[in-house]
């Protein structure tokens, strides 16, 4: 046996700022070799970041990632790190000749091995997922090759990401060639109770490799999509060894015994099992085996429950998406509701209170219960506060049009929304809206009014789960969050029926079932697809059916120009859900 120790990189780069990325991977790099690390492993297109989407169709920025991949090699050595193999993600091209349904330049999804101020080899994703939030057919043409390279005595094979979610290809030579590691860089992205997926599939890669597996997940948020980190290595069982935390950056550095190899360094093509052929590049990079050494233990992080990986993902998005696109500072509008509360609770976490800035707009119809909880939440959180009342801007409004009804309800969220965007232009904050994923589901949002906004934290988020993240966050601390105080979210927001107040004595239920009925039904529909007749078999009430499919299914338009919000569900409004808007398609009872 043979021993390694490896570090796993879990970090947060930045799509398209490569200079900042390779800062990165520099700084990560010197503190894994400060640890005593034989290998360094980042994630999956950590120099480009990930996804890059469109971008990768520019020969600019292909050309940008490779020469940074070249000048990161050059610059490790200079820095005295060029001893520390280092595998990092980014994005290259093949070199195929343009064909109609060929991604523009014929671009990777690709992996390299650094050392000592080269290249030593370039890898890329041989299975390119298509489904869900992935469309990297549209983007890369995959890889036929499998690098296998031997470090101190150890035969260690490549394999990304989806290689590793897909049976046959890469996962199924390594069995064949025979290795005494597999690593994994992935860009894996959250949503509840993946952590459970991720492990059981790592188990059941590492025993059809026949070797220990180390899977490093990229950690940060990215547009709508948030991704957890959670990087873990199993052993050729499949037990679990080592773990770090989620939602946080981290070095995870675990010592290994591993089979040594004397195969001859060889070039051979092995039946993939998938229709295709993956060839085998056996190199070496350090043949003898490591003196014997004290191992370091092991560190396993415990996964977060529930509720709490679900609160850390949406406060991890909000973060990001404020420091990634450079704003100072967010706004919101306060109602009093627990929507609301909890969007503001999930900023401050996330920037701070002191760049949370909320403004209470009361109307005709606001209750003084709703005014006073907005009121002590803001005394709770310390978040910067205003009062716009709207009552004679909506009645300038009616002096010169008529409106009344639904109209005349929506018109005062469309001046609650004017009022967030003129403060917006005039201050730089970013508007966060408020509205909850059973509300976008059936169209109880107005266009123009309270969907207005920059991003959108809790879009993902049925209203069931709003009240139990509430719930939650008022019980839990976490050195993680900015605000320590306890019970951030007012308890009568959280018990109160809900209402839009806009009209008197208005409640959620007089138009919508009670939200358990409601969450339920919307899951079956919009999460699993299921058509009418496969709903009421299900259980739901025929008539419920028919008038919650049609809400749901007329209010696509509205979606489309909703703003983007943190993915945290198996199937989120945005890059998950594709429907069209012009349809006559009906769902028939």
């Not at 939030?133 to 890369?140: A, G, I, P």
Request: glycine residues 8%.
């Amino acid at each position: 046996m043979a021993q390694l120790r490896i570090a796993l990189v879990q970090t947060n780069p930045t799509v398209g700022d490569l200079s900042a990325n390779a800062g990165k991977l520099l700084a990560w790099t010197r503190e894994a070799a400060g640890r005593g690390a034989h290998l360094a492993v980042f994630t999956e297109m950590f120099l480009t970041g990930y996804p890059v989407e469109d971008l990768v169709l520019r020969t600019s920025f292909v050309e940008a990632s490779i020469r940074t991949l070249e000048e990161s090699a050059a610059r490790l050595a200079a820095e005295g790190l060029g001893e520390l193999p280092v595998l990092v993600g980014y994005v290259d091209r093949a070199g195929l000749a343009p064909r109609a349904g060929r991604p523009r330049g014929a671009p990777l999804d690709a992996a390299a091995l650094l050392h000592r101020g080269e290249v030593v080899y370039r890898t890329a994703k041989h299975h390119l997922p298509n489904y869900g939030v992935f469309d990297e057919y549209r983007y890369f043409v995959r890889g036929d090759r499998l690098p296998i390279f031997r470090l101190h005595g150890v035969d260690v094979a490549v394999a990304v990401c989806e290689d590793l979610w897909q049976d046959g290809g890469p996962v199924a030579v390594v069995g064949q060639a025979g290795a005494g590691l597999l690593v994994a860089p992935n860009a894996s992205p959250y949503e509840k109770d993946k952590d459970d997926v991720r492990l059981e599939l790592c188990a059941r890669r590492a025993r059809e490799a026949g070797c220990p597996l180390v899977y490093v997940n990229q950690v940060g948020g990215q547009d709508e999509l948030v991704f957890d980190g959670d990087s873990l290595v199993v052993d050729a069982t499949g037990a679990l060894v080592a773990r770090a935390p989620q939602f946080r950056e981290d070095l995870l550095v675990v010592d290994l015994e591993l089979a040594a190899s004397d195969a001859p360094p060889s070039q051979v093509a092995y039946d993939a099992g998938d229709g295709s052929t993956i060839t085998v590049d056996r190199f070496v990079l350090s043949g003898e085996p490591l003196a014997p050494y004290e191992p370091a233990p092991a560190p396993l992080a415990a996964p977060l429950d529930a509720p709490a990986e679900v609160y850390h993902a949406l406060v991890l998005a909000v973060r990001d998406y404020v420091a990634k696109n450079g704003f100072q500072s967010v706004i919101l509008g306060l109602s009093g509701g627990i929507d609301s509360a909890l969007t503001a609770a999930i900023a401050s976490d996330a920037v701070g209170p002191s760049r949370v800035h909320v403004v209470l707009m009361p109307s005709r119809y606001s209750s003084e219960h709703s005014i006073g909880d907005a009121e002590e939440l803001v005394r709770r959180q310390g978040v910067h506060s205003r009062v716009v009342p709207i009552g004679d801007i909506v009645n300038g409004f009616e002096k010169e049009i008529e409106l009344s009804g639904l109209a005349a309800e929506n018109l005062q969220a469309r001046v609650r929304g004017m009022i967030l965007m003129g403060l917006s232009n005039e201050h730089g904050h970013l508007v966060l809206t408020t509205g909850n994923k059973s509300e976008l589901a059936t169209g109880y949002s107005t266009l123009y009014g309270d969907s207005a906004g920059g991003f959108a934290p809790i879009k993902d988020v049925p209203k069931t789960m709003v009240w139990e993240l509430a719930r939650w966050r008022n019980a839990h601390h976490s050195p993680l969050f900015a605000m320590d105080a306890p019970a951030p979210i007012p308890e009568n927001s959280i018990t109160k029926e809900p209402s839009a107040e806009l009209r008197p004595d208005q409640r959620d239920t007089d138009s919508l079932p009670p939200y358990e009925v409601l969450d339920r039904l919307l899951d079956d529909y919009v999460e699993k697809d299921m058509g009418s007749a496969e709903l009421i078999a299900a259980g739901h009430d025929p008539a419920l059916v028919t008038r919650i499919i049609r809400l749901v299914d007329l209010a696509e338009y509205k979606r489309r120009q909703y703003p983007p919000g943190p993915k945290i569900t198996p199937k989120n409004f945005g890059r998950d859900r594709r429907l069209p808007i012009t349809s006559r398609w009906r769902e028939e009872v």
